[in-house]
T-cell receptor, first 109, second 117 residues
Framework: GIQVEQSPPDLILQEGANSTLRCNFS?????LQWFHQNPWGQLINLFY???GTKQNGRLSATTVATERYSLLYISSSQTTDSGVYFC???????????FGDGTTLTVKP | NAGVTQTPKFQVLKTGQSMTLQCAQD?????MSWYRQDPGMGLRLIHY???????DQGEVPNGYNVSRSTTEDFPLRLLSAAPSQTSVYFC????????????????FGPGTRLTVL
């Protein structure tokens, strides 16, 4: 099956700093999503981005499908950005996502 | 819309007991799936369904059964609970045929935290 690798595994930032999270995948995909898992365990949809670039406030994402990677940018980080960020891909069009192991982000005040 | 709902939120079982985790969605989605998340890891697919009456196995199906008698509901049954099934379980849904360019976006329920003693 498809492999998903996220980097870095852990990231510690001071409030106000910028960061880039990376997701590499081993095969072509139909769907790619970024999620934020908050400290209560809830999975929050950030971006549905099988290709191209999208922005939502301080967050933006870019997927280069031909090169099999996606990037999530967080600018001017806040303590509420802390948590685990997951990349999930699907190459089956059957609602079968494969998740990476996540990047744990800690933003210090 | 309530989105994807899961019950219960927490459950403690003894080894060998059986139970059903409930999942429902009100978004008229065709696809539904169950995942488990173990500490420090991403989610792994247990079972999935592409429509009422159709189910199939995912990456880690052993010890679990599913059925899909309606579009809205997708229960997960633990047949004989084992400590290795201690995990957080997430249900997800996606794909509305009339949903446009984001019709494959997957939405997750709040999860069920299960402990097997």
């Amino acid at each position: 099956g498809i492999q998903v690798e996220q980097s870095p595994p852990d990231l510690i930032l001071q409030e106000g700093a910028n960061s880039t999270l990376r997701c590499n995948f081993s095969d072509s995909v139909n769907n790619l999503q970024w999620f934020h898992q908050n400290p209560w365990g809830q999975l929050i949809n950030l971006f549905y981005i099988p290709s191209g670039t999208k922005q939502n406030g301080r967050l933006s994402a870019t997927t280069v499908a031909t090169e099999r990677y996606s990037l999530l940018y967080i600018s001017s980080s806040q303590t509420t950005d802390s948590g685990v960020y997951f990349c999930a891909v699907d190459n089956t069009n059957a609602g079968k996502s494969t998740f990476g192991d996540g990047t744990t982000l800690t933003v210090k005040p | 819309n309530a989105g994807v709902t899961q019950t219960p939120k927490f459950q403690v079982l003894k080894t060998g007991q059986s139970m059903t985790l409930q999942c429902a969605q009100d978004m008229n989605h065709e696809y539904m799936s169950w995942y488990r998340q173990d500490p420090g890891m991403g989610l792994r697919l247990i079972h999935y369904s592409v429509g009422a009456g159709i189910t199939d196995q995912g990456e880690v199906p052993n010890g679990y059964n599913v059925s899909r008698s309606t579009t809205e509901d997708f229960p997960l049954r633990l047949l004989s609970a084992a400590p290795s099934q201690t995990s957080v379980y997430f249900c997800a849904s996606s794909y509305s045929p009339t949903g446009g360019s984001r019709s494959n976006e997957q939405f997750f329920g709040p999860g069920t935290r299960l402990t097997v003693l």
